[in-house]
């Protein structure tokens, strides 16, 4: 069993910063790729950012004000965003590709964590 779980979401003013936590545990020999999602009310689920060992990438319209980090040794992915605008108000999930002791690659999604921004 993989267990994905966000932190770190929140209620910030515009130009504000907030730095939000996934943390992978259980079965995990491997992780694959790591990745952010968010989804604004009545928007549909859109990429943020994304991770893997071989690169790193990012939403068009956020390049510049987010950053995807990654700690292997915490199975945690890292998601720094500044400057941020009353739009980046959305629940971002996590969702990650993992490589188990069986290995099977399996993807799994974290339960969100709210982010609202106040103009």
């Known amino acids: 069993q993989v267990h994905v779980v966000e932190s770190g979401g929140g209620l910030v003013q515009a130009g504000g910063s907030l730095r939000l936590s996934c943390a992978v545990s259980g079965s995990v020999s491997s992780i694959i790729q790591m990745v952010w999602y968010r989804q604004a009310p009545g928007k549909q689920r859109e990429l943020v950012a994304f991770t893997s060992a071989t690169s790193t990438n990012y939403a068009d319209s956020l390049k510049g004000r987010f950053t995807i980090s990654r700690d292997n040794a915490k199975n945690t992915v890292y998601l720094q965003m500044n400057s941020l605008q009353a739009e980046d108000t959305a629940v971002y999930y996590c969702?990650?590709?993992?490589?188990?002791?069986?290995?099977?690659?399996?993807?799994?999604w974290g339960q969100g964590t709210q982010v609202t921004v106040s103009s």
């Open positions: 969702n990650v590709h993992v490589r188990d002791y069986s290995g099977s690659i399996r993807e799994y």
